[in-house]
């Protein structure tokens, strides 16, 4: 058993996959928080639903970056977990907290890395690449968080064809429904390793 911490900004569907997981038994793992720069989210509503504690931080809440930085860190000495996970966290990390947590923050894309990947890749941005590209194939990819976006280890990934006719859209579903089964299992098999390696 590990413990993780999460971060996001947006629907949560990936969040909550992976709280499924746990709440299935197939993750052995406790979800401490949620940390969110998006009160109005939906991961909120999951974080919520599963009584899992929500902090909202952001430039609103604290609008200095050092107060804002010192909020974060506050909230990971305070449940000390073994992960961080960012699930759709769409804010680039301070070196701080990097710094507090090495080779322990996973991320998931939603490109095949380093394909498509760093500033202005997010969201749809990312479908429309691939597509205007030509790519016959794309995915999720899980990796280590580094001070320079979406470059870190990579940890997994998952293929998906590009089929033709594809919209964004039509692309960011099909990708999306393996982000959600390549999350956890990544999750589930770094986390184990690590609690072993410590062990």
């Not at 401490?32 to 931080?57: M, S």
């Not at 604290?62 to 506050?74: G, I, K, N, R, V």
């Not at 995915?139 to 990579?154: F, K, N, W």
Request: proline content about 5%; aromatic content about 8%.
């Amino acid at each position: 058993m590990f413990k993780i911490g999460v971060m996001a900004s947006g629907g949560g569907s990936n969040f909550k996959a992976i709280i499924d997981r746990i709440g299935e038994g197939d993750l052995e793992a406790q979800c401490k928080f949620l940390i969110t720069n998006n009160a109005g989210c939906g991961a909120v509503g999951h974080a919520t639903t599963y009584g899992i504690p929500v902090y909202h931080i952001s430039g609103k809440t604290h609008p200095d970056q050092a107060a804002y930085e010192a909020a974060l860190l506050e909230v990971l000495d305070k449940y000390d977990v073994d992960l961080l996970i960012l699930a759709g966290y769409m804010k680039v990390l301070p070196v701080s907290l990097l710094k507090r947590m090495p080779d322990r923050i996973l991320n998931i894309h939603p490109s095949l890395l380093p394909k498509f990947g760093g500033r202005g890749f997010w969201g749809l941005h990312v479908h429309e690449a691939v597509l205007a590209a030509h790519e016959k194939e794309s995915g999720p990819t899980v990796h280590l968080v580094s001070e320079e976006v979406d470059a870190g280890r990579i940890l997994g990934q998952r293929t998906v064809p590009v089929l033709d006719g594809d919209t964004p859209a039509e692309l960011q579903a099909r990708v999306l429904e393996q982000e959600h089964d390549l999350f956890w299992r990544v999750i589930k098999e770094y986390g184990e390793n690590l609690v072993s390696s410590r062990a």
